[in-house]
T-cell receptor, first 115, second 113 residues
Framework: DARVTQTPRHKVTEMGQEVTMRCQPI?????VFWYRQTMMQGLELLAY????????DSGMPKDRFSAEMPDATLATLKIQPSEPRDSAVYFC?????????????FGSGTRLTVV | EDQVTQSPEALRLQEGESSSLNCSYT??????LFWYRQDPGKGPEFLFT???AGEEKEKERLKATLTKKESFLHITAPKPEDSATYLC??????????????FGKGTKLSVKP
């Protein structure tokens, strides 16, 4: 089965450090999402891309978060500087809405702990 | 404001005891209601998409239904391996934009043998 690959699976870092999370979407999927999951808020959208172009990043704190798709096989989410409140599980998902593939596929997530 | 509310937050069943999970939603135009299953330490796994009121979909012991205000996930004769958190999400119709899913907080299902 095709899958979305996220690295690293776990990351522990100190407050103020830069964190980069990576995602390899499923080949051929034209839409890529970044979600954050916490116990309190559940799954929240941070940003998403269509054909590598950013469509919506209103869920991201712009002063510290950035998301990019340097090519069709790689999406990145960067936090600089990181803060303890950023501790969460970050999921990448890919899909092709409107093309008969409406169920987005999620990766296994990156569990981030900022101490 | 677009919103998804799931109930109950947690549900404990005995193996074979059928039940239903509820997902209520308010959205400015619905372009699909999604059900996902999430196991601990894993990402959500897609189950169903429903597009219009009256639609039903089935997969093994699961059946999802949709009305104009809510969706139900019926679990018939559940087994311990059905234990997971079940997430409901809606995709709003934002003037042609095709994308974001708005998730509920999930129902954690435990099925005891």
């Amino acid at each position: 089965d095709a899958r979305v690959t996220q690295t690293p699976r776990h990351k522990v870092t100190e407050m103020g450090q830069e964190v980069t999370m990576r995602c390899q979407p499923i080949l051929g999927h034209n839409t890529v999402f970044w979600y954050r999951q916490t116990m309190m808020q559940g799954l929240e959208l941070l940003a998403y891309f269509r054909n590598r172009a950013p469509l919506d990043d209103s869920g991201m704190p712009k002063d510290r978060f950035s998301a990019e798709m340097p090519d069709a096989t790689l999406a990145t989410l960067k936090i600089q500087p990181s803060e303890p409140r950023d501790s969460a599980v970050y999921f990448c998902a890919s899909g092709q809405p409107g093309q008969g593939i409406d169920g987005y596929t999620f990766g296994s997530g990156t569990r981030l702990t900022v101490v | 404001e677009d919103q998804v509310t799931q109930s109950p937050e947690a549900l404990r069943l005995q193996e074979g005891e059928s039940s239903s999970l509820n997902c209520s939603y308010t959205v400015s135009g619905l372009r699909g209601l999604f059900w996902y299953r999430q196991d601990p330490g894993k990402g959500p796994e897609f189950l169903f998409t429903l597009y219009s009121a009256g639609e039903e979909k089935e997969k093994e012991r699961l059946k999802a239904t949709l009305t104009k205000k809510e969706s139900f996930l019926h679990i018939t004769a559940p087994k311990p391996e059905d234990s997971a958190t079940y997430l409901c999400a809606v995709r709003p119709n934002y003037g042609g934009s095709q994308g974001n899913l708005i998730f509920g907080k999930g129902t954690k299902l435990s099925v005891k043998p």
